[in-house]
Every structure is written in structure tokens, then in C-alpha cells.
């Protein structure tokens, strides 16, 4: 494994003479204080839109009442997108103890990755890559994920699983045969489910022993480990929704044709996109075991299929709209009518005044 200091993520072989990255003098690990780690955290829906020219950032609760969008790195978040800014925030997920954001962005002038203070107001780069870490174009929900225990942030760059230790900005590459376009940590935190090429392979954070789950049945960028810890399931995409297990025996819980796809983890199963009779792609939720039929919980349609925090609801998008629903598709709304796209879920402390 390969150990780089921070901001030394670069196309270039030397580091002699580069720019420094935006933000620079903040590369430090940003300090948390006492109040904001003893918050309590809630459900934060993350998305970007398009304003004046480019995607900005934006943050809003469950209900979707409270909109928020990340000014200018250092003006923390802000009631109206601002227009003014340069380049496009394309994905961001919030650390497990909602202390911060890890954000990729063009900001800078090309795809880099950010750290952010829940409140916005403190930000640094921690790559400065003149060509990108990856093309836009390949940025997804698991383009990077914090550990269980918010230590450690896994991202790709080049190709490659990277994994950042929060406390003193170090990095380590993973792997070295590129191809890698999906990551995830397992409930332990001690190994990362890969998405790399059509093949699910796991990696062990501390040796770097790497082990192919699956070989060449991987068909989109998508993946999630199971929801237990005490389960070596790693869920993914493959025909469908699809599940391998610790001794590589794989099983397909559900069909589906729909691409692109998603899927996100319930505890009573996987939600995914699938064909309905109507022809247009609903969300489906398969049972874990493959002998239970699958249950439809859309009706309208639906593009993308994300998880609550709680795996108790579901948050979809409908014709560029965000929506969400229990589980069995009940309490159906709509959360907003400007088209967002980029979307995640974590948790975050309350924003100050009408959030609260």
C-alpha cells in the first residue's frame, strides 16, 4: 500500500512547484467541538440543483421543509443557491457522527474531493488533482463512504479505493489494476466491499488482501453490505438485485431489466427499480429470502431508490422529484417540485432557526 500526505494526489509524478489546493491552510483535520458532537442528529436528504450555470449543493429534512444550499466554501449554508459560484458539486455523504461532509466537486476547477464541517463553514481539499480524481460522468453514491465509526473516508481516484484517516489526513491506496467504481465498508470497518470492473471483491483495510466474491457479474456501479453485523452478505447489482455471501456463493433475489438502478437496504429487504405491469420502472422491494415474492410499493414511477437512515421509510425520485414513502409505499409526497438530482442520505445536526 502506497501512503501519501495530504493535498499530494496529483496526475503529475512531482509535487515540486504545483498549486496548492483551495483552502490549503485548512488541510488540517477541522476541529469539532463538544456542542456539536453532543447534537443530536437528524435525517438529512443531500442533493444538488442547477443554478446560474452549475450544481450546488443542497440539504433538506425528511419532510422536506427547511432547504439549505452550501454557499462559497467558508459562508456555511445558505436560505437561496448562490449563483455565483464556479464548477459543480456532484456528490456528498455525511460521516456517521454528523461531525462532516466529504464532498466532490469541481469547485476548484476539476473533480477533487472536500471535507466540510456540518455547518458549512469550514472546508478543505483534500486532493488537488489539475486532471480530476475521476470523470464526472462516473461519480455515483459510492464513489466514497465513510467507516461505521467516522475514522476513516473510502473514495476512488484514478480508478483506484482509497482510504483517508480523518484524524491526521493520511491516505492509502487499496488496489492497483484501476477499474474500481463502487465502494463499501462493512459494518466492522475493517474491509471494503469493491465494485472493480464487472467483479465484487472485498478488501481487508489493515492487509490489503483482496478476494473476488464475484467475477464478472456485476452490471452497474451499486453496491451495499449487509445491514446485520453479524452478516458477510454484500448486496449488489447483477441481473437485478443480488446477494453473495462470505463463502462466494451468489443468489439473485430479484430480476430487473431497469438501467441505470439502484438499490438500497430495508429490514425487511432490498429495494430496487424494477418493470412494472404498467411497463415503467416502480420500486420493488425483494425479500431476503429468495423464497418470498416481491412487493411493489410505487405507483407514478420512479427513477432512483434510496434508504432512511433507519431503513423505516424510502426516499425516491420521480421525473427529476423527490419523494418519499414508508415502506409498504404508504404516506406517499412529494418533497419538492424543482428537480434535484445527485442524491443521498445521512444525518446531520439541526441547521440553527427554522430547521429546528
Not at 488540517?28 to 438529512?44: D, G, I, N, R, Y
Not at 464513489?143 to 483506484?160: C, H, M, T, V
Not at 425520485?317 to 412529494?334: K, P, T, Y
Amino acid at each position: 500500500m502506497v501512503v501519501l500526505s495530504p493535498l499530494m494526489l496529483r496526475a503529475d509524478s512531482t509535487a515540486a512547484g504545483s498549486t496548492p489546493a483551495p483552502d490549503s491552510s485548512k488541510s488540517k483535520a477541522m476541529p469539532v467541538s463538544a456542542s456539536a458532537k453532543a447534537q443530536a442528529l437528524e435525517e438529512t436528504v443531500f442533493f444538488t440543483v442547477h443554478a446560474g450555470g452549475h450544481e450546488v449543493l443542497g440539504r433538506c429534512t425528511a419532510n422536506g421543509t427547511c432547504k439549505a444550499y452550501l454557499g462559497r466554501f467558508g459562508q456555511g449554508w445558505q436560505p437561496f443557491p448562490d449563483p455565483r459560484l464556479n464548477g459543480d458539486d456532484l456528490i456528498a455523504a455525511s460521516s456517521p457522527d454528523g461531525t462532516q461532509l466529504a464532498l466532490l466537486s469541481t469547485r476548484g476547477g476539476s473533480v477533487n474531493l472536500w471535507l466540510i464541517s456540518s455547518d458549512g463553514r469550514q472546508s478543505s481539499a483534500v486532493t488537488d488533482d489539475d486532471a480530476g480524481i475521476m470523470d464526472a460522468d462516473a461519480v455515483n453514491a459510492c464513489s466514497l463512504a465513510f467507516s461505521p465509526d467516522s475514522k476513516n473516508l473510502a473514495y476512488i481516484a484514478r480508478g483506484e479505493a482509497w482510504v483517508l484517516r480523518l484524524s491526521d489526513r493520511q491516505t492509502r491506496t487499496l488496489t492497483y489494476n484501476g477499474g474500481v467504481r463502487a465502494v463499501a465498508w462493512n459494518p466492522a470497518g475493517d474491509s471494503l466491499a469493491l465494485v472493480q470492473d464487472a467483479n465484487i471483491r472485498r478488501i481487508d483495510v489493515a492487509g490489503g488482501t483482496i478476494r473476488t466474491l464475484v467475477a464478472n457479474g456485476c452490471d452497474q456501479p451499486n453496491l451495499a453490505w449487509s445491514l446485520s453485523a453479524k452478516s458477510d452478505d454484500v448486496f449488489y447489482l447483477g441481473r437485478g438485485a443480488s446477494r453473495v455471501n462470505g463463502s462466494n456463493k451468489a443468489e439473485l433475489l430479484m430480476p430487473s431489466s431497469v438501467q441505470p438502478n439502484s438499490l438500497a437496504l430495508l429490514p425487511s429487504g432490498v429495494a430496487l427499480l424494477a418493470p412494472s405491469n404498467s411497463g415503467q420502472p416502480e420500486v420493488f422491494v425483494a425479500p431476503y429470502s429468495a423464497k418470498e415474492s416481491p412487493t411493489q410499493v410505487t405507483q407514478g414511477g420512479a427513477q432512483r431508490v434510496l434508504a432512511s437512515p433507519t431503513g423505516k421509510s424510502i426516499y425516491f425520485v420521480r421525473e427529476g422529484s423527490l419523494w418519499r414513502c414508508e415502506i409498504d409505499g404508504s404516506h406517499s409526497r412529494q418533497l419538492g417540485a424543482v428537480p434535484v438530482s445527485n442524491i443521498n442520505v445521512g444525518q446531520l445536526p439541526p441547521l440553527p432557526g427554522a430547521c429546528q
